[in-house]
């Protein structure tokens, strides 16, 4: 039997993104009872062990520290691992007779000012050398696969795709559940959603400007909610905020549990995902997994999850946002044909299946010779 270890540390420091992948991943792996020991590194600050039958182990060394790589080696040294999975990109140098690593998005590569200096000199520095020394490489899109083919000379078949799930929790609600929604969030129904953290790659901006021209355009419109906590540089998109004195037309949602997201999906008109850049967009296939219809970016990966649903903008244009608004709000007949393919389209990706693939890359990573 094989002893593999998945890198969690980083769920004790964050939310969302990277964390949900690792924690969702793990969630599922532990549903199919992999024929492997499976130990989970936990950071020691954690504050509660994750509710799976794994093993877990704490560790000292913290994420993206500047000796982490070296730190983390000799940590874990004694386990002798046959594969050490890191969820976020950048393994030890030496955890593991293997090593499998998850690379969501190269951000920092195409668009290193909407990160922090910090973050981007992590991933900068070692994202070349991470590629190199990983025997295998799990991407949760084909827009990844591309760029690291193009950007890092990744040979394809070191590579494997694997999409992100949409939890069962995820599903159209009745209309009891959406009042008690309601009087739970203390939110309309049929609002223009964001979901995501509110800094620069997200395009927020964009997405208001487009809202403030619909506004010009017609005289009942919904109110525009954003769910997120504020990011790295949230002050200038603060200022502009202010700016466009949107008043009580705008909500800000910054502490929603997760528990709560399907609600907030299932209360929504439409989801906007305006961003710049994205490695895969879970907030597009949570929506349609709830039947509501996404309006995203015609970037990166954003129309490779959507499909043939919903409608592309250009995250430059803020009038192609006004015009796809406009289309969702007035087309009713379009619209509800467009939830049941949505509903349709979200079934394909579940979190069971991205478990098997990692199961796979496992097995072929400890078959190499």
Same mark, same amino acid.
């Given at each position: 039997?094989?002893?593999?270890?998945?890198?969690?540390?980083?769920?004790?420091?964050?939310?969302?993104?990277?964390?949900?992948?690792?924690?969702?991943?793990?969630?599922?792996?532990?549903?199919?009872?992999?024929?492997?020991?499976?130990t989970i590194g936990?950071?020691?600050?954690?504050?509660?062990?994750?509710?799976?039958?794994?093993?877990?182990?704490?560790?000292?060394?913290?994420?993206?520290?500047?000796?982490e790589r070296l730190?983390?080696?000799?940590?874990?040294?004694?386990?002798?691992?046959?594969?050490?999975?890191?969820?976020?990109?950048?393994?030890?140098?030496?955890?593991?007779?293997?090593?499998?690593?998850?690379?969501?998005?190269?951000?920092?590569?195409?668009?290193?000012?909407?990160?922090?200096?910090?973050?981007?000199?992590?991933?900068?520095?070692?994202?070349?050398?991470?590629?190199?020394?990983?025997?295998? $490489?799990?991407?949760?899109? /084909?827009?990844? %696969?591309?760029? !690291?083919?193009?950007?890092? @000379? *990744? #040979?394809?078949?070191?590579?494997?795709?694997?999409?992100?799930?949409?939890?069962?929790?995820?599903?159209?609600?009745?209309?009891?559940?959406?009042?008690?929604?309601?009087?739970?969030?203390?939110?309309?129904?049929?609002?223009?959603?964001?979901?995501?953290?509110?800094?620069?790659?997200?395009? $927020?901006?964009?997405?208001? /400007?487009?809202? %403030?021209?619909? !506004?010009?355009?017609?005289? @009942? *419109? #919904?109110?525009?909610?954003?769910?997120?906590?504020?990011?790295?540089?949230?002050?200038?998109?603060?200022?502009?905020?202010?700016?466009?004195?949107?008043?009580?037309?705008?909500?800000?949602?910054?502490?929603?549990?997760?528990?709560?997201?399907?609600?907030?999906?299932?209360?929504?008109?439409?989801?906007?995902?305006?961003?710049?850049?994205?490695?895969?967009?879970?907030?597009?296939?949570?929506?349609?997994?709830?039947?509501?219809?996404?309006?995203?970016?015609?970037?990166?990966?954003?129309?490779?999850?959507?499909?043939?649903?919903?409608?592309?903008?250009?995250?430059?244009?803020?009038?192609?946002?006004?015009?796809?608004?406009?289309?969702?709000?007035?087309?009713?007949?379009?619209?509800?044909?467009?939830?049941?393919?949505?509903?349709?389209?979200?079934?394909?990706?579940?979190?069971?299946?991205?478990?098997?693939i990692a199961l796979?890359?496992?097995?072929?990573?400890?078959?190499?010779?």
């Amino acid at each position: 039997m094989a002893h593999i270890g998945i890198d969690a540390r980083l769920l004790a420091y964050r939310t969302g993104g990277i964390s949900t992948y690792t924690r969702r991943l793990i969630s599922a792996l532990n549903d199919l009872t992999p024929p492997h020991e499976i130990t989970i590194g936990i950071s020691r600050k954690q504050s509660a062990p994750l509710p799976v039958s794994f093993a877990s182990t704490a560790l000292w060394t913290p994420p993206h520290h500047r000796w982490e790589r070296l730190a983390l080696s000799v940590e874990l040294a004694r386990y002798r691992f046959d594969i050490w999975h890191s969820p976020d990109f950048i393994p030890p140098y030496r955890g593991a007779r293997r090593h499998v690593i998850t690379v969501h998005d190269l951000t920092f590569w195409h668009y290193p000012q909407y990160l922090t200096p910090e973050g981007r000199a992590y991933y900068n520095d070692q994202i070349k050398n991470a590629v190199q020394q990983a025997d295998h $490489i799990l991407v949760v899109s /084909e827009a990844t %696969r591309r760029d !690291l083919m193009d950007i890092l @000379d *990744v #040979p394809t078949d070191k590579m494997t795709i694997q999409p992100h799930g949409a939890g069962d929790q995820y599903r159209p609600f009745s209309p009891q559940e959406l009042v008690q929604a309601q009087n739970a969030l203390n939110l309309p129904q049929g609002y223009i959603l964001h979901v995501g953290t509110l800094e620069p790659r997200k395009n $927020i901006i964009g997405l208001l /400007e487009g809202y %403030r021209l619909l !506004l010009d355009r017609m005289s @009942d *419109v #919904p109110p525009v909610v954003l769910v997120g906590k504020p990011g790295w540089l949230f002050q200038e998109t603060q200022q502009k905020i202010d700016a466009l004195n949107l008043g009580d037309r705008l909500m800000w949602r910054q502490n929603i549990d997760d528990a709560l997201l399907p609600a907030v999906y299932n209360l929504a008109k439409v989801l906007v995902t305006p961003s710049f850049y994205e490695g895969f967009g879970m907030p597009a296939l949570e929506a349609m997994a709830c039947g509501i219809v996404p309006i995203v970016s015609n970037r990166s990966s954003l129309p490779e999850v959507v499909g043939e649903m919903g409608l592309l903008i250009d995250p430059d244009d803020p009038s192609t946002i006004t015009t796809a608004l406009q289309k969702a709000l007035t087309d009713e007949t379009w619209y509800q044909a467009q939830r049941t393919a949505a509903l349709e389209r979200a079934r394909g990706y579940t979190w069971a299946h991205s478990a098997q693939i990692a199961l796979d890359v496992y097995a072929q990573v400890l078959d190499k010779k």
